[in-house]
């Protein structure tokens, strides 16, 4: 049997950069650390002559171009793999939809499975550049780079997306105790929303398309703004991370009406006026999981808590997609 895990993402900086419509015309840059929730793939042989794929659904086919579901089957059909005699299955930590780079990280991890099933050996870079062509190239989802290459690489990380379609990435050399400080006050609460990605970003791609001013203006901003998220992590100025933020959050809500609700706005409210210095909203928008920056833990904890949302607790993951039993 092999069992593959690929870490979720956070993103601190920089995010909506990375969707091609954006990058290719200005250059994207983010910065994204890799968490200790993970997707797991699981793939072994069987004596049964069909494929059988289980995710939320069951699938029992002759050959993995019958398959329903989309980057299973693209990913098959990529490495040519027919698939009979073979079980795979998926398992995740977090739910889908909830901004948390749970579609790249399942691309990442199957690719890694399978790679493995097939003797071959992957670089994060190539296994990450897959993934994206699966995902952006085949199946035409209107999504960007960023969380297909922090799975596979891990980490507190920097990425540049040039105009070329090459991406570049910076592992950020943080000291010890700023990356303590920032593991230890970063907390993440669940919305109770999960949404589709794509849905919400396709809005963001066809104003990138059509050249729109105000998006290409905000995008500019918010390059900007990852770009000062990476050097006030690196001065370990985690006051001032925690302000951008924020900063990051008001530039992401004018980019689209469905990015936040009147519950997730108070909620955001409860939290600065209980101890956080900074937040914003993961992921693309209209619910998932809520990151704050906060010294006074307890106090936002408590009011978090009495609110009605779920902390999820984490630490970072410096391994990126990996085998994990073969």
Request: glycine residues 10%.
């Amino acid at each position: 049997m092999i069992i593959a895990r690929s870490p979720l993402r956070i993103s601190l900086g920089g995010g909506g950069t990375d969707l091609p419509s954006y990058y290719r015309e200005n250059g994207g840059f983010l910065v994204a650390a890799a968490i200790d929730k993970y997707v797991y793939i699981t793939v072994h042989q069987t004596f049964v002559p069909e494929l059988i794929v289980k995710y939320s659904k069951l699938e029992r086919v002759d050959r993995a171009a019958e398959l329903e579901h989309p980057i299973i089957r693209e990913a098959m059909r990529l490495l040519d793999i027919e698939g009979k005699y073979l079980e795979l299955t998926s398992m995740a930590d977090i739910p889908a939809g909830t901004g948390l780079g749970s579609s790249g990280s399942f691309a990442t991890a199957l690719l890694k499975a399978l790679h493995t099933h097939k003797k071959g050996l992957m670089h994060p870079r190539e296994l990450a550049e897959q993934a994206c062509h699966i995902e952006i190239d085949l199946l035409k989802e209107p999504i960007g780079k960023q969380d297909q290459y922090i799975a596979a690489f891990g980490g507190v990380t920097g990425f540049e997306f040039l105009p070329d379609d090459r991406v570049v990435a910076h592992p950020l050399r943080l000291d010890s105790e700023t990356l303590f400080n920032l593991e230890d006050n970063l907390l993440l609460y669940f919305t109770g929303y999960s949404r589709s990605a794509s849905a919400i970003l396709k809005e963001q791609d066809e104003a990138s398309r059509r050249q729109d001013a105000a998006m290409s203006g905000n995008l500019d901003e918010v390059k900007t703004l990852g770009h000062e998220s990476q050097q006030a992590l690196l001065a370990g100025d985690l006051d001032r991370f925690a302000e951008l933020l924020t900063a990051q959050w008001e530039r992401k809500k004018q980019r689209s009406d469905a990015m936040s609700n009147e519950r997730i706005d108070s909620w955001y409210r409860l939290a600065m006026e209980n101890g956080a210095r900074g937040g914003k909203l993961i992921g693309a928008g209209g619910g998932g999981f809520l990151l704050f920056y906060a010294e006074d833990k307890t106090r936002l904890r408590h009011a978090m808590t009495g609110a009605g949302l779920r902390e999820v607790r984490f630490r970072f993951d410096f391994e990126g997609t990996k085998i994990v039993i073969q």
